[in-house]
């Protein structure tokens, strides 16, 4: 190689090394967060370093909830009736904002969903166990109190549970019309939640308004009469307030119910346990106790029986650490004792893309080759093969990511942020820190080594020789 080809070397390394540092402390900023602006970039303000990822149920604790579907003569149990459930429910915990709940059915009739780090259990159970079916029904000149609700489609039982009126259920649009709602506050400032419909069913609610100003279109959920006003003119353009007395969490919560929809049949609690925090802790401790151990055992493997490129591996693995957890963080992932599982394959993943670049090496030095010669041809031929060995990994993974759920895609997430990291980390980190031993008289030699690993190498030429 030319003296002017050795110069751009000699600029390059270190170029790429900075690059290493500076994805490697970007990685550490994001994935432990040792600096926050909480106030805009002016005002940092400083911690104690520590992962800020969200917690599954089996770490940090929650609520485990097991639902059963009531048929009625309406609405039997079905199949389709099940996951229509199934998606409601997940649309309205969704709305709640819990870290990656797990909601699977369970035989036939039954869904198990589970909570993890909740704060307020019986408020996610009152939300989930709702049927939440909103009905806007034609009363004609009777007005309804809050309260009064429907026990058949003819009979009305006011709030005091003892008067019932005769009042057929006429009902013009149901929730199932309505394209969104959000709570908001009135002129007064007490709290209502406004709704949208539908195109189609917006002119059916013009119309209906329009032909029967001073009659009473009562609203109701779950056969309980929210508000009955009356209409003092027509509503054009599909818009409405639903006013009942709420409070701004009641208005939050129906808004919640009706965005997530109505559920196709009636579901009762039939188990509410909780997992307590001190489960979370042992299971904590226990796990990252063996990812410790993991790591330490692959290090001391590395650097004991592949010398000092062991030793660089290692540092790699330290780069690939951070960018690991650095994606979880930023995909807001939450991690399970699956999830740690996932990480430790990974990390066994990135050990094996290593071993096979410095097996791949080991085998040009050993046929003659000079050190770069054997670095360049070795890393070539080994690239081919972890990608290869990867590609059906990362197949795997995916499949369990799409069809899994619960812990089983936390288990997916991060066995897939393992391996695209480990294959930058084996192909381009370790890369760099070779290449910059290469540029030591001394260094190079201990990269030389490699040709003695597992037994005797033939004599090659000087790490400077021809065919650098």
């Known amino acids: ?109 039954r869904i198990v969903v589970e909570l993890p780090g909740i704060d307020n259990p019986q408020h996610a159970i009152d939300l989930i166990g709702k049927t939440a079916l909103l009905q806007f029904v034609d009363t004609g000149t009777t007005s309804l109190p809050q309260g009064a609700e429907w026990r058949d489609d003819n009979t009305v039982v006011l709030p005091d549970n003892k008067t019932t009126q005769r009042l057929p259920k006429k009902v013009i649009l149901t929730g199932a019309d309505l394209v969104t709602a959000q709570a908001q506050f009135d002129q007064f400032g007490r709290p209502n939640v406004a709704f949208t419909f539908r195109s189609s069913a917006a002119k059916t609610f013009e119309d209906y308004t329009s032909k029967n100003i001073g009659k009473y279109l009562t609203i109701i959920l779950d056969n309980r009469v929210i508000s009955s006003p009356v209409i003092n003119s027509a509503i054009p353009g599909g818009h409405g307030v639903i006013e009942g007395g709420f409070t701004l969490e009641s208005a939050r919560d129906l808004a919640v119910l009706l965005r997530g929809g109505a559920l196709p049949v009636p579901v009762e609690v039939v188990e509410n346990r909780t997992v307590g925090p001190l489960l979370g802790r042992d299971s904590i401790d226990q796990s990252v106790r063996a990812g410790y151990i993991a790591i330490v ?82 890393w070539s031929r080994a690239i081919v093969t972890i990608l290869d060995s990867n590609a059906t990994t990362l197949i795997g993974a995916l499949v369990l990511l799409f069809l899994g759920t619960g812990p089983v895609r936390g288990f997916a ?56």
């Open 297 to 378: 055992l692959v290090g001391l493997f590395m650097a004991l029986y592949y010398r000092f490129p062991g030793v660089l591996a290692d540092l790699a693995l330290g780069v690939y650490t951070l960018i690991v957890f650095a994606i979880l963080t930023l995909l807001g992932a939450t991690l399970t004792l699956p999830g740690i599982a996932g990480f430790i394959l990974s990390l066994g993943v990135a050990v094996d893309a290593n071993v096979i670049i410095f097996e791949k090496i080991k085998e040009e030095l050993r046929s003659g080759k000079t050190l770069r010669a054997a670095v360049s041809a070795g």
């Open 1 to 109: 190689m030319s003296g002017k080809g050795d110069a751009r070397v000699k600029i390059s390394n270190p170029i790429r090394l900075l690059g290493v540092v500076l994805v490697a402390l970007a990685a550490f900023l994001i994935a432990f967060q040792p600096v926050t602006f909480p106030r805009g970039l002016a005002t940092p303000q400083f911690q104690a370093p520590a992962p800020h990822l969200k917690l599954g149920l089996d770490l940090r604790g929650g609520s485990h909830i097991v639902l059963q579907a009531k048929p009625t003569p309406q609405t039997p149990i079905t199949n389709d009736a099940m996951d229509g459930v199934l998606r409601v429910i997940r649309n309205r915990i969704d709305q709640l904002g819990v870290a990656e709940p797990a909601i699977t059915r369970e035989g036939g009739d």
């Open 413 to 468: 997430v991060t066995l897939i942020a393992g391996i695209l990291t480990s294959i930058f980390t084996a192909i381009i980190v370790t890369r760099v820190f070779v290449d910059m031993a290469l540029d030591s008289a001394t260094l190079s030699r201990w990269i030389q080594s490699l040709g003695d690993v597992g037994g005797a190498k033939r004599p090659v030429p000087a790490p400077g020789g021809a065919g650098e």
